[in-house]
């Protein structure tokens, strides 16, 4: 069945580096793609988003990188800080009018200071 | 603007009992949703609507309505809460129809024993 998935389930990194999640994806119709970042006991806060027509995307220390041919889909943050700690979303829209997503599992990073 | 705010934060139900989780956003958005996040795992799609008097089943329906009576509001009723219910109920809303970012409310953690 299609489903979006992440490659690992936890990430720990030294403040100060950088941090990369990664998300794969099985429906090659997914048309729209959004990273999303939820802290303990809140919802989910958009981080970025990427069109299927684009590669890559850049925001204030995020950076998303789409690879159609392999149906991955990476997150990207700069000089990783304390406050970056938290479960990081994928979702993908499978094509349809209304915009549903569908979220992948997470991962969770975690800072070391 | 206050965003989507839901109410109550918090709930214990016994088994058998009905209950009705409240929604609202002031964006004027169109489409709103209901999602449910269990440990471990993504959010996954209960019921959405693309605009007042307009509802449609998402991927795990069971045992939820709704109704959309109102641009601003999207309740979810629980009509006999089962355990298998207990989880964390997240809303959201967009602008519209087709792909785009989704802002989340806080949350409401439920617990049926």
Redesign the interface.
């Known amino acids: 069945g299609e489903s979006v998935g992440l490659h690992l389930p936890t990430l720990s990194v030294q403040e100060g580096d950088n941090s990369i999640i990664n998300c794969a994806y099985s429906n090659s119709a997914s048309d729209y793609f959004i990273w999303y970042k939820q802290e303990s006991g809140k919802g989910p806060q958009f981080i970025i988003d990427i069109r299927s027509n684009m590669d890559k995307r850049q925001g204030q220390r995020v950076t998303v990188l789409l690879n159609k041919t392999v149906k991955h889909l990476s997150l990207q943050i700069a000089a990783t800080q304390p406050g970056d700690s938290a479960v990081y979303f994928c979702a993908e829209n499978i094509g349809g009018s209304q915009g549903n997503l569908i979220f992948g599992k997470g991962t969770k990073l975690s800072v070391k200071p | 603007n206050a965003g989507?705010t839901q109410t109550p934060k918090f709930q214990v139900l016994k088994t058998g009992q009905s209950m009705t989780l409240q929604c609202a956003q002031d964006m004027n958005h169109e489409?709103m949703?209901w999602?449910r996040q269990d440990p471990?795992?993504?959010?996954?799609?209960i019921h959405?609507s693309?605009g007042a008097g307009i509802t449609?089943q998402?991927?795990v329906p069971n045992g939820y309505n709704v109704s959309r009576s109102t641009t601003e509001d999207f309740p979810l009723r629980l009509l006999s809460a089962a355990p298998s219910q207990t989880s964390v109920y997240?809303c959201?809303s967009?602008p519209r129809?087709?792909?785009?970012?989704?802002?989340?409310?806080?949350?409401t953690r439920l617990t049926v024993t």
């Open positions: 989507v489409y949703s999602y471990g795992m993504g959010l996954r799609l959405y693309v449609d998402g991927e997240f959201a967009k129809r087709g792909p785009y970012e989704q802002y989340f409310g806080p949350g």
